[in-house]
């Protein structure tokens, strides 16, 4: 079994707009913490376990790629504004992030992009593998960022991108298979590369193009 480092870092609900009371709360409350609980639900009785510490929480997960396994140790930070620079901490030394809004609150995408820059501070740009996360797809009638505005974004800061229902589970498995493929997929090219890098000369081979001597 592969084990992706440090793990997966979940981060960071922003916003909260209850379908059933409508109420604005902190912008910097979030969907995060029920996309993974929707996550472990589904897998309930297999492999993975939980434990909640002050600022975020922490669970593992295994995902199964068939030629691989990955394992995730996955740390839910806390959105809130005053969890703000501890939570900086816990990016040290990830290997991805899941940077969550809620699509149905314009300032929670901002906030997504703020906690992007945050990361990129943190972390080596190309190193780790980020996916933005569009949760609340089944509030559509609410819905303040579209499904564009969401991939457009993640694509010009090069990010994965997918939108989810904690609540309907939908997309949630997804998301993590996604973030697995493309860490293996990143593993197995820098190993390619490793191994053309390491690979002996074999001096009888011909280079197929001879160049001439400058001098002829
Ligand atoms: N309708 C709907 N509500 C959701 C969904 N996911 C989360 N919620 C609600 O959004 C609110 C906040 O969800 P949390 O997952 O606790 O948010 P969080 O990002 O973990 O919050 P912090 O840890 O404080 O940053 C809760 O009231 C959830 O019930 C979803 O997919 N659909």
């Given amino acids: 079994m592969w084990e992706a480092g440090t793990g997966l870092r979940l981060g960071w609900g922003q916003s909260q707009k209850d379908g059933r009371t409508a109420s ?11 996309l993974c609980a929707a996550e472990r639900e589904q897998r309930r009785g297999r492999q993975g376990h939980h434990v909640q510490v002050c600022s975020c929480a922490f669970f593992t997960k295994v995902v199964d790629l068939g030629a691989a396994c990955l394992k995730f140790e996955i740390w839910d930070t806390a959105g809130q504004e005053k969890y703000h620079s501890v939570c900086r901490l816990y990016f040290r030394g990830a290997n991805a ?21 945050d990361l990129e501070e943190e972390l080596h740009p190309g190193e780790v593998v980020v996916m933005l996360v569009g949760n609340k ?32 589970n939908y997309q949630v498995a997804d998301v993590f298979n996604a973030v697995a493929r493309e860490l293996s997929w990143r593993e197995e090219s820098k190993e390619g590369q490793r191994q053309r ?20």
């Fill in 197 to 216: 890098r390491d690979a002996p000369l074999t001096l009888s081979e011909r280079p197929s193009w001879r160049g001439r001597c400058c001098a002829h």
């Fill in 137 to 168: 797809t089944d509030l559509e009638e609410e819905r303040e960022v579209t499904f564009e505005e969401g991939k457009e974004f993640a694509e010009s800061k090069g990010l994965l991108f997918m939108e989810t229902s904690a609540k309907c």
């Fill in 97 to 117: 992030a899941l940077l969550v809004y809620d699509i149905t609150r314009k300032d929670s995408f901002c906030k997504a992009q703020q906690w992007l820059k």
């Fill in 24 to 34: 604005r709360t902190s912008p910097d409350k979030g969907t995060k913490t029920c």
